[in-house]
């Protein structure tokens, strides 16, 4: 695809101050719980105290006694109204089983019916006409509970003679994923046979989560009027909802408006449809009234999802100079009590090789149902579970030849020239240079300096300790049938008056999608940002796009609006030539103004040729529609695209990456660790508000630090889950971010028009793994070896207790 | 009860149990103060009630009756922006907005006990906010600039 920049770049690459911030540094910004409908009622959702139970009765009599109660709801009036699904399709879809290899099939109701399989599921829902009752009617409900044995443990849940969550099934596996298809081919076995090591080891990863700042609401109005249903979310797939509202609910789709408000963060834990989004839009419609819900923090914690619990047990072969020449992994997910999110493990295995290349590979992947909140979609979700996991196994690898951390990775990386490369996975990776990535990070965090420091620190009994590491994150998620379209529309327009308003399939959460699109169009057109009105979240006006996940705004949004701008501009010379008397060929635009390459004076405003296109009648070339509106789309061209080995298929658009460095203290007598310099060396392409993308990253790296350090969701054997407050549960604040040596190269992918990659998922990858290594070196008297997240005071120090040796 | 909002009276009938953060946002109708996690801990909430920072989820509404109550609708008037909020523009300290009415708050607090703080006392002063997006780089920044813009400093 050839790389087609912009007339003039002025716009994009300059950090523009965001236009959404003006509204909401005012506390302007209508969130879900803010906005004002009339004659509103309450939802509050009676939840299971059990990990694991029968449901034998749901009594609502009491809650239907008080005056304040409206209505009350159980499964039995869901069965009656609704038709089950699952999984995250339209469904149920008679095609179910081809769209999800792998899954096992559960169809259910968003409450809880004949069991519970985790603590906080929703049992019932009561119905109130003020907020501060809700409480009140949900202690009303009385219900009966048999309590079950619960597992919370994903490899105690594979064994026989398991509690099981879903008799039906047999078992408790809830996904598999294997590749290759076919069983291991004879090039892996002959790698393991020829190699000079086979480097085995586990590694776990823990259970932690998004936690945006606002929870989950829903707010929906079935208007009898014109029988549309409105629902209020702020979902990260609006369409998506959409389309499975309809299906479960029987509204038609065109008559199913989905507005997304300003909205308090996503991360992914936003994505596609919970419990409450199919009730709270189903209990407007039976009782036509206005509803909504909010949730506490927590609920939160209990009821939207989780992620990252992984165990991956690998074994490598490996050449004496560090080369892999072969990789299996046996990962199990720890995937809660029901299955919707598996794409997330798909992508686990599919971004296993990361930007190495190991062609030699096998992939055994197992979800696994536990009586614990569902897995869902976090920040590079299911491939940082991968990263972390490969960047694991090259540290290992590295340990066992003695050769350094970035020795192996530089050994193992594809090489610039290797581009675009398929991995054994079917992964296209578009561009890169990890090599410069990594010089660079060395040198923006003085690599030479630190290793004399080291030296002297160690004399003064200081355990000082340096890391490196590669963050590798597959952006523009797409291509897996029925599922994910690896495309998005623009609507371009300009109005009579010389408006541009482009319209989205997108929302955002906070990723300044108004602003950077204005920027784009700003350039294709050569007119000021202030004059590009950018309008997306509410599905009844807007292009049939499907939502803002995996920074597919950056890859397939971004790209379909240069697209519409350049139908839009063709059309606009086409007009412009014909009223000037010239040919479109001769034309160009700058500064709102269209004029004559070759007599810069003949010359015709946007705005002029913006009338004649709608209203000049006569002033019109023949054969052309009246009108300045462009309907464009951009598929990543390389989506879908199957790759060398059977089964394998291209499911990411773009490959952008970052390396971390960090220079970390651990304090032996209390296992704290201490980071004295952090460094992020970036690279997404083309970047095209660098201030935006800055913010974006430190948020991602406080995210990974969360991760790595501080944020972890404890289950005890009975499935309760112990943190459930923000006091339990430690996001990082301004006390444990550090400043961030912060840097990039922007090497532009080619299967995009502007070459941008998105994303600052990154960003989240970096903090565990680097941290990790860098303690490992910073104890390497002691032979420490990390081996699970999170990094907290108590394990540390535990290891080094353990270690046994005396440091010297 | 009756409080003094942003300098104007509001007048309800309130339950014992109502929170001031929902007793702002549903009686006074001012929705800029958000709630994030009803527990005091994410800031979200914070307000200035007879000039000290609160976190007015952790506050009954009735306990703030007769006092005056200042939120984030309260600072910059007919259309201005107070510094604060022009530094967290200019400085991207915001991305999804949802804890920015607390943190502006919790800075407006802050820089009328300590007009030049440190980075340091910037970092503890605001500690009780939380935010999930930015990684709390640019709100410094975004402090630090509010103090120059605020002293008249630049």
Redesign the interface.
């Given at each position: 695809m050839q790389q087609l920049l912009p007339l003039k770049k002025k716009w994009v690459g300059t950090?523009v101050?965001?236009r959404?911030?003006?509204r909401?540094?005012?506390?302007?910004?209508?969130?879900g719980?803010?906005i004002?409908v009339s004659n509103l009622h309450y939802i509050g959702i009676v939840r299971s105290p059990h990990a694991h139970a029968r449901i034998l009765n749901v009594d609502t009599s009491a809650a239907e006694k008080m005056p304040e109660e409206v209505a009350v709801f159980t499964a039995k009036d869901l069965k009656k109204d609704m038709k089950p699904g699952g999984h995250m399709l339209p469904y149920p879809a008679p095609d179910a089983k081809e769209w999800l290899p792998g899954t096992r099939l559960l169809w259910r109701y968003p409450l809880a019916g004949a069991k519970t399989h985790y603590v906080g599921e929703a049992v019932a829902i009561v119905v109130c006409k003020d907020?501060?009752s809700i409480e009140d009617a949900i202690e009303a409900v009385g219900v009966e509970y048999e309590v079950l044995p619960a597992v919370v443990d994903a490899e105690q849940a594979m064994k026989p003679g398991s509690p099981l969550l879903y008799e039906e099934l047999g078992d408790n596996i809830s996904y598999t994923f294997r590749y290759p298809e076919e069983g291991e081919d004879d090039e892996l076995k002959a790698a393991f046979k020829s190699a000079d090591k086979v480097v085995r080891g586990r590694f776990k990863q823990h259970r932690h989560t998004?936690?945006?700042?606002?929870?989950r609401n829903v707010t929906a109005n079935y208007d009898t009027h014109n029988e549309t249903l409105t629902v209020w979310e702020g979902t990260q797939n609006p369409n998506f909802l959409r389309m499975q509202l309809t299906k479960v609910l029987g509204i038609p789709e065109a008559k199913i408006r989905i507005i997304v408000p300003?909205?308090?963060?996503g991360?992914g834990i936003r994505c596609f449809g919970y419990d409450e989004s199919f009730l709270i839009p189903y209990v407007a419609y039976k009782i036509r009234k206005p509803v909504r819900w909010t949730e506490?923090?927590m609920e939160h914690f209990l009821a939207t999802g989780h992620a990252r619990e992984q165990i991956h047990d690998y074994e490598a072969a490996v050449k004496k100079d560090g080369t892999i020449i072969g990789l299996r992994d046996r990962i199990i997910v720890d995937g809660g009590a029901v299955n919707v999110y598996w794409a997330s493990w798909r992508s686990t295995a599919f971004n296993l090789p990361g930007p190495y290349k190991i062609q030699n590979l096998s992939v055994d992947l197992y979800g696994v149902f536990t009586n614990k909140t569902p897995y869902w979609s976090y920040r590079a979700f299911g491939k940082l579970d991968a990263d972390v996991a490969m960047e694991r196994i090259i540290d290992h690898v590295a340990r066992e030849l003695t050769l350094s951390p970035i020795q192996v990775r530089v050994r193992n990386f594809v090489k610039k020239h290797e581009f675009p490369y398929e991995t054994a996975t079917g992964a296209v990776l578009d561009s890169g240079d990890y090599d410069v990535a990594v010089e660079r990070a060395l040198k923006l965090i003085d690599y030479d300096k630190f290793r004399e420091e080291q030296t002297e620190l160690r004399k003064g009994g200081r355990y000082v300790g340096f890391g490196l590491v590669m963050c590798f994150e597959p952006t523009g998620a797409g291509g897996i049938v029925g599922v994910r379209p690896g495309y998005e529309p623009v609507r371009f327009s300009m109005t009579p008056t010389g408006d541009i308003i482009i319209e989205t399939g997108s929302c955002s959460?906070?990723?300044?999608h108004e602003t950077t699109l204005a920027q784009v169009v700003a350039d294709e057109l050569s007119v000021d940002p202030d004059r590009v009105v950018v309008l997306e979240n509410d599905t009844m006006y807007h292009p049939y796009g499907f939502g803002a996940y995996s920074s597919r705004f950056s890859i397939n949004t971004v790209p379909a609006a240069v697209v519409a701008a350049r139908k839009a501009k063709e059309k606009i010379f086409q007009i412009a030539g014909f009223k000037l008397g010239l040919e479109p060929l001769d034309l160009t635009v700058e500064d709102g103004v269209v004029f004559s390459k070759k007599n810069p004076e003949r010359r015709i405003t946007l705005s002029e040729v913006a009338r004649v296109a709608y209203l000049g009648a006569d002033e019109f070339p023949p054969g052309i529609e009246p009108g300045l509106e462009v309907l464009a789309y951009f598929k990543g061209p390389t989506i879908g695209k199957k790759g060398k080995r059977k089964g394998t298929l291209n499911i990411f658009s773009t490959y952008p990456y970052a390396v971390h460095a960090a220079i970390v203290e651990v304090h032996v007598d209390t296992g704290k660790i201490d980071i004295r310099k952090y460094a992020a060396f970036h690279d997404c392409g083309t970047v095209i508000n660098p201030?935006?993308i800055?913010?974006?990253?430190?948020?991602?790296?406080?995210?990974g630090l969360g991760g790595a350090l501080y944020e972890e969701l404890v289950y005890d054997k009975d499935g309760q889950l112990l943190t459930t407050?923000?006091?339990d549960y430690h996001?990082?604040?301004?006390?444990e971010?550090p400043?961030?040596l912060f840097d990039h190269t922007e090497t532009p992918s080619p299967f995009t028009p502007l070459g941008t990659k998105g994303g600052s998922e990154t960003g989240t990858v970096g903090p565990p793994i680097v941290i990790a290594q860098a303690v490992e070196d910073a104890l390497s008297q002691f032979n420490i070896v990390i081996t699970e997240t999170p990094l907290t005071m108590d394990r540390i120090w535990a290891k080094i207790k353990g270690a046994g040796t005396k440091p010297h | 009860m009756k409080v003094r909002v942003n300098g104007e009276e509001v007048e309800a009938e309130v339950e014992p149990r109502l929170l001031l953060a929902h007793f702002i946002r549903e009686k006074a109708g001012l929705t800029g103060t958000h709630v994030g996690c009803v527990s005091g801990k994410c800031g979200c909430c914070t307000v200035i009630v007879d000039g000290e920072p609160v976190k007015s989820c952790m506050m009954f509404s009735v306990q703030a009756n007769g006092s005056d109550v200042l939120t984030i609708e309260g600072l910059g008037k007919d259309g201005t922006m107070h510094p604060i909020q022009e530094a967290f523009w200019e400085s991207d300290a915001l991305e999804c907005g949802f804890c920015t009415p607390g943190m502006i708050m919790a800075a407006y607090a802050l820089l009328n006990k300590n007009p030049t703080p440190t980075e340091q006392e910037i970092r503890r002063g605001m500690v009780g906010n939380l935010c999930r997006c930015t990684g709390y780089l640019n709100i410094i920044k975004a402090v630090q600039s509010a103090s120059e813009k605020i002293r008249g400093v630049k």
């Open positions: 950090g101050k965001r959404e911030s003006k909401l540094v005012r506390g302007e910004g209508a969130y719980d803010d004002k907020m501060y998004g936690t945006p700042m606002e929870t300003n909205t308090g963060g991360f506490n923090r959460q906070g990723q300044a201030k935006v800055e913010t974006e990253h430190m948020g991602s790296i406080a995210q407050t923000f006091m996001i990082p604040t301004f006390l971010m400043n961030v | -």
